[in-house]
């Protein structure tokens, strides 16, 4: 087996429709894969479908993950079709920003069921199809996306997303620990600044400055994000569980 070879496997990847989750489906489908996306809308699906296609095989099922009984159907829907789950990638997500005084109760609610609650019901959901691809050679891989925002305090007041990304960094360490006894190993992607439609207005204002804040010098571009998930997804990292792995150009580090 090539080191970076994705033949053969399924992967399931939420939010896939755009931004970093295509990038990664993008990328898993290039390796070799077979990629279900998933999103709140079913034209957006077919959309996203539409353009990944050329690269693999690849189908969307619509859902709203922020609901238990969602991510319940989400998984029935997928081992409808197959046995095995090779592969989740949980980065479905959501942001807001307002000041101090202002932040509405209900935004925090939003992004912790999306951003935190709803990979922990996820990866719950879909354990016996991982189980069911596992081996203690070649483990089942859950790829979480957190954010460096969950590794610093964040310029802007984005209260509820910032902790909900240092939940999902702390919540990959425990399941890591839990499932790494059943061949299932867990890990997190922390992304620095990527071109999406969540960073859109952010990276019109203020891109270049952030740009600079990289000892690289860039934004993040859709391989650099997709080669990490590859490589976490892969039998080159078969023996890594737990790391949460920042992809920002050495913001991080720097900061």
Same mark, same amino acid.
């Given at each position: ?7 053969? +496997?399924?992967? $399931?990847?939420?939010? /896939?429709?755009? /931004? ?26 077919? &959309?996203? $479908? ?18 238990? %009984? ?18 989740? #990638?949980?980065? !479905?997500?959501? %942001? ?35 189980? %069911?691809?596992?081996? &203690?050679?070649?483990?089942?891989? #859950? ?14 007041? *984005? ?5 909900? +990304? ?5 919540? %990959?360490?425990?399941?890591? +620990? ?6 299932? *190993? ?38 650099? #994000?997709?080669? *990490? ?19 920002? /150009?050495?913001?991080?580090? !720097?900061?």
């Amino acid at each position: 087996m090539a080191l970076f070879d994705l033949t053969g +496997k399924v992967a $399931v990847v939420t939010g /896939g429709t755009r /931004g970093i989750g295509m990038m990664i489906a993008r990328g898993l489908l290039d390796a070799g894969a077979k990629v279900y996306i998933s999103s709140r809308k079913a034209e957006t699906g077919k &959309a996203a $479908v539409a353009e990944l296609s050329p690269h693999g095989d690849v189908i969307s099922i619509p859902a709203d993950i922020s609901s238990e %009984t969602e991510c319940q159907r989400l998984a029935a829907e997928v081992g409808d079709h197959e046995r095995n789950l090779h592969i989740l #990638v949980n980065n !479905a997500g959501a %942001t807001w920003g307002a000041p101090l005084e202002e932040f509405p109760a209900s935004a925090w609610d939003k992004v912790l069921a999306l951003n935190l609650k709803a990979p922990f019901l996820l990866t719950r959901a879909f354990l016996p199809m991982l189980e %069911t691809a596992a081996s &203690a050679d070649d483990p089942a891989r #859950v790829i979480n996306i957190g954010s460096i925002d969950g590794l610093r305090v964040p310029d802007l007041e *984005t209260y509820s997303y910032s902790a909900s +990304k240092a939940g999902i960094h702390q919540l %990959t360490r425990v399941l890591a +620990k839990q499932l790494g006894p059943r061949h299932i *190993t867990v890990n997190a992607i922390a992304p620095g600044p990527f071109q999406s439609k969540m960073t859109a207005a952010t990276l019109e204002q203020f891109g270049d400055i952030i740009a600079a804040r990289s000892p690289l010098g860039r934004i993040g571009r859709p391989d650099d #994000v997709a080669g *990490t998930a590859i490589y976490l997804a892969s039998r080159a990292g078969a023996y890594t569980t737990g790391a949460i792995i920042p992809v920002d /150009g050495g913001i991080w580090a !720097a900061h």
